[in-house]
């Protein structure tokens, strides 16, 4: 009888990835959940979010194309629907809504690239959140990285996220945390779907553009 399969045991570096994925999922959250309550507050969500809103019309049009999935949508029209929340907006909807109804304008270089270093803009650390998270998911066929790479994109990560409201403190308690095989599968997959659901984005906008 073949034996069941084994996994292999972390490393410092399969670590390190895991701990760059709970950075970006975690952190890239909070981040993005301050700066759009920031932009729209808790108390008039459901005002801006209403029937009749050019927001709402904007989001429509969203969910048409797509963008926003049924799920989503449920998320920013529960029922009752004045019971609208950001804590249960996902980080995908999050740049999704910072990106359509936040009035943010793109970074000269766009969202999907590295803003230059002297562009501190939240637009601008807003697009970096994306651009490390494509960094990291590239090292996701190994799901290794080695100390110096690890300490660069931290630092790099950790900078944006401090902009966009984060506590530097609890980033530096994520940096030497314990995290146990599960956690560290679990953070891989987070990262993993989001890449996933951005992609799946890109490609119905692209469709779109095909079509136009």
């Known amino acids: 009888m073949a034996s069941a399969p084994t996994l292999a045991p972390s490393t410092k570096e399969t670590t390190n990835y895991a701990r760059l994925c709970r950075l970006l999922v975690d952190g890239g959250t909070k981040a993005l959940r301050h700066t759009f309550d920031k932009l729209h507050s808790p108390a008039n969500l459901f005002n801006v979010l209403k029937a009749g809103s050019a927001e709402h019309s904007t989001l429509q049009s969203l969910k048409r194309k797509r963008i926003i999935n049924a799920t989503q949508w449920g998320k920013l029209y529960p029922s009752p629907t004045s019971s609208v929340t950001s804590e249960d907006f996902d980080i995908t909807l999050l740049m999704v ?34 651009y490390y998270r494509n960094s990291v998911s590239g090292h996701a066929s190994q799901a290794s990285v080695d100390n110096p790479t690890f300490n660069s994109l931290w630092q790099d ?45 890109k490609d119905q906008l692209d469709r779109m553009e095909g079509i136009n």
């Open 157 to 201: 990560i950790s900078a944006a996220l401090v902009v966009l409201g984060v506590d530097a403190a609890a980033i530096t308690q994520l940096k030497t945390e314990t995290m146990d095989p599960d956690t560290e599968r679990h953070y891989r997959e987070l990262l993993k779907e989001w890449k996933k659901d951005e992609d799946n984005i």
């Open 97 to 130: 809504l910072l990106r359509n109804i936040c009035g943010l304008t793109a970074p000269s270089t766009g969202w999907d690239s590295l803003p230059p270093a002297s562009d501190t803009s939240v637009e601008a650390n807003i697009a970096r959140v994306k």
